[in-house]
């Protein structure tokens, strides 16, 4: 009995234990570059040089590629369905709305005439009807000035709470509007020239569409002005500002509070106002601005958010500044994926349960489990053995980890769509439209109930990976277990490197600044001892220190503070993978594979996650809106903290990779 236990565990730490191992690909490879030189270049400079950038794209890699792959799965299904299906059947919803994306001679002869009757009304509203289109905005198709969303009342997770969030600017982030570098200054000129474009697309005069812009730039710039920083809406407890609805009505006139929750379909008592300096600021514009001003606004919100779905004039003006504007993208994607976007996104579980039954096999959700259970212990050993962290703060550090949901592949429960109509004797907006505000008053309909804990935040097809604070959840969709990250036949090394990596960066999450705030029911409670909370901060910001010191293009450098959660959970994936690697059969054995130790494999396969190109613009408007890293200091920055990288390649004093032992970091 002993000697089956021994066995059944080492069955199950190893993935492929009786299977043919696939390692590293040598063809990622620069062999021209040392590893001690520049990591990054070494394990992926092959695989770049042999997939220059598509001008498709801003960015591309090997997550890219199996989203590309994904993509195909998807399309292979949507076009099997054909048009002519039973009408109010999931078959003739997901078929039409693909159809009427690909009719390019009827969208081409439609134009922009969908939008005249929502133009007319936004254009004969009263002052006193604003606060009902603002709303009606929200539903779903844009949000002007602000946000409105129920959510899981971050102090009582199992109770909904409306939220009221800083919103309505067009590019993005605050620093668009406010930066005056030459790169920033250009794509706001780009910005200007897009809202001008699309008032002429629908009709407007020259001079008017000129007016009508700096109308809305004056809008968005002044939200700018008043918008907390995209650091500054990390901090949670900063956020959470509970109002009664008396209060909200005191202190916000501007807005008409009575018509704004009638529209949205829901009757609240309190509400969450995350930044109440933003909402004061709008309240101001609604009730002081002038009409047109509003109205001018009012439209082009609504305009921009149809326009990828109206002719090709109206979609291409949305690209030139979208993609081309601000990410460096040179050319559209074929229509294919972008109607192929549409119904998987709007009926996306009911895609997702179409591409399950195709291409995740019953067994891959077993395999994956048990990787996720082998993390699991990795990371428990690692709590108790940290030397930064006090006892009592390590008990309630596992009662969390221990408490994790873990959901892999598919949801057991999923979205009913019965009560949404596609209607292809509509116009293709109007029928976008529609879906997004199906799905808007969805969310909104579950404020009076209690927070849904089976449902799901993405996709099945989707290639990405969660974790939610609220629900102590991590969520593995079936899009991401498939190679490279997931290979049942691949070697331990490059499954631990990859899909284990990408475990650990998940759970980790529950562990980094701001998931450290919640407590294992997902409540934001303070279960840290003060010199704990201290030291943590400490690590922290060496940490994120590590990252500001790298320069990203020109003089711009990375931004360490906005991407420090992301940063603590690429470093707490990869040495808990690590670990969990080093319990395999394989991890132990220290066999060469194709010429490369374990550990050479490990880290090999981890650099190629993210393997990639990309254009100078991407990277500074990553830069100001990506909570992640570029992949290149996702690798660089992160393994230098990693003893065994040093010795896995052989990395000394005076090497450009080497890092000090005082100046690296050790937090999970
Ligand atoms: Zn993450």
Redesign the pocket.
């Known amino acids: 009995m002993k000697q089956f236990l021994i066995m059944a565990m080492l069955a199950s730490l190893t993935l492929n234990a009786g299977n043919i191992e696939r390692g590293v690909d040598r063809s990622n490879l620069d062999p021209a570059v040392s590893p001690g030189e520049n990591f990054y270049l070494y394990a992926c400079g092959g695989w770049m040089k042999a997939h220059p950038l598509d001008p498709q794209y801003a960015r591309f890699g090997t997550f890219d590629q199996l989203a590309e792959n994904s993509r195909e799965q998807v399309k292979d299904i949507i076009t099997s369905l054909g048009t002519g299906n039973q009408q109010g059947s999931i078959r003739q919803k997901v078929g039409d709305l693909y159809a009427m994306g690909m009719d390019s001679v009827r969208l081409n002869n439609e134009g922009g005439a969908a939008l005249t009757a929502d133009l007319a009304i936004i254009k004969n509203a009263k002052p006193a009807d604003f606060t009902r289109l603002v709303a009606r905005l929200q539903r779903g198709v844009s949000s002007p000035f602000f946000d409105g969303s129920v959510m899981a009342d971050l102090k009582s997770s199992n109770e909904n709470l409306f939220y009221l969030t800083q919103g309505g600017i067009g590019m993005g982030d605050r620093d668009y509007y406010l930066d005056n570098d030459k790169n920033t200054a250009a794509v706001r000129q780009a910005y200007v020239d897009y809202i001008n474009r699309l008032f002429v697309l629908t009709g407007s005069k020259k001079g008017a569409a000129k007016k009508a812009a700096a109308n809305v730039m004056k809008i968005e710039t002044e939200l700018a002005q008043v918008a907390m920083t995209r650091e500054q809406t990390r901090d949670y407890s900063r956020l959470y500002n509970i109002m009664s609805l008396d209060e909200l009505k005191n202190r916000y006139q501007g807005i008409n509070w009575e018509q704004y929750f009638g529209e949205m379909g829901c009757t609240v008592k309190r509400v969450c106002v995350f930044q109440p300096a933003s909402l004061a600021c709008v309240s101001n514009m609604l009730q002081n601005y002038k009409e047109n001003v509003i109205k001018d606004y009012l439209a082009f919100k609504y305009i921009d958010a149809a326009a990828p779905y109206l002719s090709d004039d109206f979609v291409q003006v949305h690209f030139d500044f979208y993609s081309r504007a601000m990410s460096g993208k040179k050319v559209m994607q074929p229509r294919w994926k972008r109607a192929l976007n549409v119904p998987n996104t709007l009926l996306g579980e009911a895609v997702g349960q179409l591409y399950v039954e195709k291409y995740f096999p019953a067994e891959s959700k077993k395999k994956m489990q048990r990787l996720v259970d082998n993390l699991k212990v990795a990371l428990g050993e690692h709590i108790a053995s940290l030397t930064w962290m006090s006892p009592k703060t390590k008990v309630n550090a596992l009662v969390k980890l221990n408490s994790f949901t873990v959901k892999i592949g598919y949801p057991d429960k999923w979205r009913d769509y019965s009560g949404l109509a596609i209607d292809a004797s509509k116009p293709y907006w109007e029928n976008v439209k529609q879906a997004r505000t199906f799905l808007a008053d969805y969310e909104i309909s579950q404020l009076d109930k209690p927070v849904d804990k089976e449902r799901w935040y993405m996709t099945p097809q989707t290639v990405n990976a969660y ?1 939610e604070p609220s629900s102590n959840e991590i969520c593995f969709p079936a899009g991401i277990l498939q190679k490279p990250y997931f290979d049942p036949e691949a070697d331990d090394a490059v499954n631990y490197g990859a899909i284990g990596v990408v475990i650990g ?2 759970m980790t ?1 529950g562990f980094d600044d701001q998931g450290r705030n919640f407590d294992h029911n997902g409540n934001m409670v303070d279960w840290w001892t003060a010199e704990d909370a201290e030291q943590f901060k400490v690590l922290a910001s060496k940490l994120g220190a590590q990252y500001s010191a790298e320069i990203v293009a020109d003089d711009v450098h990375a931004n360490g503070e906005y991407t420090m ?2 940063n603590i ?1 690429d470093h707490g994936g990869l040495r808990v993978a690590y670990s969990a690697f080093k319990k395999t059969a394989q991890g132990k054995a220290d066999e060469a594979i194709d010429g490369f130790t374990p550990d050479q494999r490990f880290f090999l396969s981890y650099a190629n996650v993210w393997a990639a190109n990309i254009t100078k613009e991407e990277i500074l408007r990553r830069t100001k809106v990506d909570p ?1 890293s570029l992949g290149v200091n996702r690798v660089n920055v992160a393994i230098r903290n990693l003893e065994p990288f040093f010795k896995a390649f052989n990395v000394h004093s005076g090497d450009k990779m080497w890092r000090a032992p005082e100046d690296r970091v050790i937090i999970w």
Request: aromatic content about 12%.
């Open positions: 974790y960066h998940e999450h959660g992301e959970a992640h």
